[in-house]
């Protein structure tokens, strides 16, 4: 199962086959990739959701980069994927 926080297209125009012009998805299914911990995260009561906030708005993928994302894995022939929640972000949050 992907898991995306946020896809939006790169164009309204869809032209098949589609290709993505931005970098390629890390992903990640054991905690999400690249998750950032802050000094924000002792706060109490509200660190926490604080915490999450901060690094859900750097996980936005396009419907381009995970098309090819499945696309790639299923052209491997076997999966590392396969029944797991796998969640995904753009390399260009990396160092956002």
């Known amino acids: 199962m992907l898991c995306?926080?946020?896809m939006t297209p790169e164009s309204?125009?869809?032209?098949?086959p589609?290709?993505?012009?931005?970098?390629?998805?890390?992903?990640?299914s054991?905690?999400?990739?690249?998750?950032?911990e802050s000094w924000v995260g002792s706060i109490p009561l509200i660190g926490t959701?604080?915490?999450i906030v901060m690094n859900a708005a750097r996980?936005?993928?396009?419907?381009?980069?995970n098309a090819e994302f499945?696309?790639?894995?299923?052209?491997n022939g076997e999966s590392e994927w396969?029944?797991?929640?796998?969640?995904?972000?753009d390399r260009g949050m990396k160092s956002a």
Do not use: C, H, M
Not at 18 to 25: F, G, Y
Not at 30 to 36: E, F, N, Q, V
């Open 70 to 75: 499945i696309a790639s894995d299923l052209g």
């Open 18 to 28: 589609t290709t993505s012009s931005k970098a390629k998805l890390i992903a990640k």
């Open 49 to 51: 959701f604080l915490t």
């Open 82 to 89: 396969v029944g797991r929640a796998v969640g995904v972000i």
């Open 12 to 16: 309204t125009d869809f032209n098949i």
């Open 30 to 36: 054991t905690s999400p990739p690249l998750w950032k």
């Open 4 to 6: 995306p926080a946020n």
């Open 59 to 65: 996980y936005e993928t396009t419907l381009e980069q």
